[in-house]
């Protein structure tokens, strides 16, 4: 079993940074492919972007290609999301996700663990 925590979620203003982190625990991410999802109020679960377990592959959403950096620290076992650039469309709740198929996938039911998300708020 994985337990993921987010944090670093808050209020920022339209062309803004934030870093949402997610510090795992149970088991070490180096066995992981990690992802981050997020989901706005009335809308559907959304993928951000995945990280393979060696970071040898990352994958982004197009809506946040060039903006969002994701990033692992297998040794801190924590998972980082740098948002830059930040609009008013990326407000949602982020969600940080661990998959067994370590390779890394944009598909949510691929994800075994999930956080339970940090609120990201984005006054244009």
């Known amino acids: 079993q994985v337990q993921l925590v987010e944090s670093g979620g808050g209020l920022v203003q339209a062309g803004g940074s934030l870093r949402l982190s997610c510090a795992a625990s149970?088991?070490?991410?180096?066995?992981?492919?990690m992802g981050w999802f997020r989901q706005a109020p009335g809308k559907e679960r959304e993928f951000v972007s995945t990280?393979?377990?060696?970071?040898?592959?990352?994958i982004y959403a197009n809506s946040v290609k060039g903006r969002f950096a994701i990033s692992r620290d297998n040794a801190k076992n924590t998972v980082y999301l740098q948002m830059n650039s930040l609009k008013p469309e990326d407000t949602a709740v982020y969600y940080c996700?661990?998959?067994?198929?370590?390779?890394?996938?944009?598909?949510?039911?691929?994800?075994?663990?999930w956080g339970q998300g940090t609120q990201v708020t984005v006054s244009s």
């Open positions: 996700a661990a998959s067994e198929t370590i390779i890394g996938t944009t598909s949510w039911n691929e994800y075994a663990y």
């Open positions: 149970g088991r070490a991410i180096s066995a992981y492919a």
């Open positions: 990280i393979s377990w060696n970071d040898a592959l990352t």
